[in-house]
């Protein structure tokens, strides 16, 4: 299954657990795993809150990191801290799934990460029924 997520900044969090949720429903899982999966090299998935303060720490940290640094990539396109962050963050996850829901904690929601400029993101969603 794949769900398409459009992006309005440059860094941003948007929270697509109930996009997620909904295949378990489609697919009638009830145990398993969820991989969900971002085949873009500027975007990532995160496991966190979706608090609007700890999403805005989440930007603030993921641009300090990559702050000042002379990227060798950026010859080409300049966006060699993207490409670097989202290595760092990973482009996916794998979730248990029981009892037909997804096993996270009380505060875990699935974010996409952008990355690299408003655009629209491609996110697959791959269940394994056990």
Same mark, same amino acid.
């Given at each position: 299954?794949?769900?398409?997520?459009?992006t309005q900044n440059r860094y941003q969090?948007? !929270?697509?657990?109930?996009?997620?949720?909904?295949?378990?429903?489609?697919?009638?899982?009830?145990?398993?795993?969820?991989l969900v999966f971002v085949p873009h090299?500027?975007?990532?998935?995160?496991?966190?809150?979706?608090?609007?303060?700890?999403?805005? !720490?989440?930007?603030?940290?993921?641009?300090?990191?990559?702050? !000042?640094?002379?990227?060798?990539?950026?010859?080409? !396109? /300049?966006?060699?801290?993207?490409?670097?962050?989202?290595?760092?963050? /990973?482009?996916?996850?794998?979730?248990?799934?029981?009892?037909?829901?997804?096993?996270?904690?009380?505060?875990q929601q699935i974010l996409l990460v952008?990355?690299?400029?408003?655009?629209?993101?491609?996110?697959?969603?791959?269940?394994?029924?056990?």
């Amino acid at each position: 299954m794949e769900i398409s997520v459009s992006t309005q900044n440059r860094y941003q969090l948007i !929270d697509i657990t109930d996009q997620v949720e909904q295949v378990l429903v489609k697919e009638k899982v009830k145990s398993g795993l969820c991989l969900v999966f971002v085949p873009h090299s500027t975007a990532a998935i995160l496991l966190t809150e979706n608090e609007s303060g700890l999403k805005n !720490d989440w930007l603030k940290i993921l641009k300090k990191l990559v702050k !000042d640094e002379q990227f060798e990539h950026n010859r080409i !396109d /300049g966006n060699a801290d993207s490409h670097i962050l989202s290595g760092l963050l /990973g482009q996916g996850k794998v979730l248990p799934i029981e009892n037909g829901k997804l096993v996270r904690g009380t505060w875990q929601q699935i974010l996409l990460v952008e990355l690299d400029d408003p655009r629209t993101r491609r996110v697959f969603i791959k269940v394994i029924k056990t």
